[in-house]
């Protein structure tokens, strides 16, 4: 067990809807991740928030944005969904940004 | 940019050999941390190891070493005496001291008893 949680672990939606995926990090921990790994893409990151701010974007489409929280957990929106969105969204956390990222179990989207 | 190159995608072992896995990366930094994540059939992504780029030590933990040349940029994975549960994707991974990991596309590695 890592310490850092997701929720909820599987989601099924339809094309065009809006889901919100939850992510609680390591307690100390002040960075969260957010990466998608899908078969055709692999392993991306998304998004980087540190201690309430973005601090890092990689590959994070429009229809996507995240937050993080004072208490620092941390959500990611995803809206207008499409079919190709369907992947495994991570969450991970570290003390510090250099230090290793510790991964939560993932949150599984299927988009029908 | 930045760029993990893991050339073996898949791999199958008989229980106690002894497997490599080769980890190829890019960089233009002079300081930089490389990773080894493991993703187990249960699918979550678990850490193995952290280098930073001006420890070229090899580390040793238990059946698991790592072998990490700059001057061919690699950081190559071994396990001793493979074991049926070590059967997952093995991910490289570099962080240039910035924010991101890069990954590469993962190695399969099936150990059959």
């Known amino acids: ?112 | 940019a930045q760029k993990v190159t893991q050339a073996q995608t898949e791999i199958s072992v008989v229980e106690k050999e002894d497997v490599t896995l080769d980890c190829v990366y890019e960089t233009r930094d002079t300081t930089y941390y490389l990773f080894w994540y493991k993703q187990p059939p249960s699918g979550e992504l678990v850490f193995l190891i952290r280098r930073n780029s001006f420890d070229e030590q090899n580390e040793i933990s238990g059946r698991y070493s790592w072998n990490f040349q700059k001057s061919t940029s690699s950081f190559n994975f071994t396990i001793t005496a493979s074991q049926v549960v070590d059967s997952a994707v093995y991910f490289c991974a570099l962080n240039n001291a910035g924010n991101m990991l890069t990954f590469g596309g993962g190695t399969r590695l099936m150990v059959k008893p």
């Open chain 1, 1 to 112: 067990d890592s310490g850092v949680t997701q929720t909820p672990k599987h989601l099924i939606t339809a094309t065009g809807q809006r889901v919100t995926l939850r992510c609680s990090p390591r307690s100390g921990d002040l960075s969260v991740y957010w990466y998608q790994q899908s078969l055709d893409q692999g392993l991306q990151f998304l998004i980087q928030y540190y201690n309430g701010e973005e601090r890092a974007k990689g590959n994070i489409l429009e229809r996507f944005s995240a937050q993080q929280f004072p208490d620092l957990h941390s959500e990611l929106n995803l809206s207008s969904l499409e079919l190709g969105d369907s992947a495994l969204y991570f969450c991970a956390s570290s003390v510090e940004v250099a230090n290793e990222q510790f991964f939560g179990p993932g949150t599984r989207l299927t988009v029908l």
